[in-house]
């Protein structure tokens, strides 16, 4: 299993447009083989990022996604902020899962 984090740093009076988009989603990736979970955490400390963490079962599930006809459809349906809404490049990280513990929903 693999996580993919997307570290997104979005002006403070952006926040909550920024998660509408979330919770409005198309939904898309829910369906995607190989795809587990999806979370989207809000920073509790004044320039912190928002985290959008995914969990795949591999890999090559998650470069699948990012491939389909799925993933255009989903992101452009989200609408897009304003470049002033966001206050620093987003950052992309991948690990491989090595130890679980515990469950979360």
């Known amino acids: 299993m693999i996580t993919v984090t997307n570290r997104i740093f979005v002006s403070p009076e952006y ?3 920024f998660e509408a988009r979330f919770r409005d989603r198309a939904g898309l990736v829910d369906g995607m083989d190989g795809f587990i979970a999806n979370q989207v955490l809000r920073p509790t400390a004044e320039g912190d990022p928002f985290i959008v ?5 591999d890999r090559a599930a998650f470069e699948a996604w990012t ?4 993933f255009r459809q989903g992101h452009a349906r989200s609408g897009s902020l304003p470049q002033e809404a966001f206050s620093g490049p ?3 990280e991948v690990h ?8 979360v929903e």
């Not at 963490?53 to 079962?57: D, I, K, S």
């Not at 491939?67 to 799925?70: G, H, T, V």
């Not at 491989?96 to 469950?103: A, D, H, L, P």
């Open 15 to 17: 926040h909550d447009q």
């Open 53 to 57: 963490l995914t969990f795949w079962r």
């Open 67 to 70: 491939q389909s006809d799925a």
């Open 90 to 92: 987003n950052k992309l």
């Open 96 to 103: 491989e899962v090595v130890q679980v513990s515990g469950k």
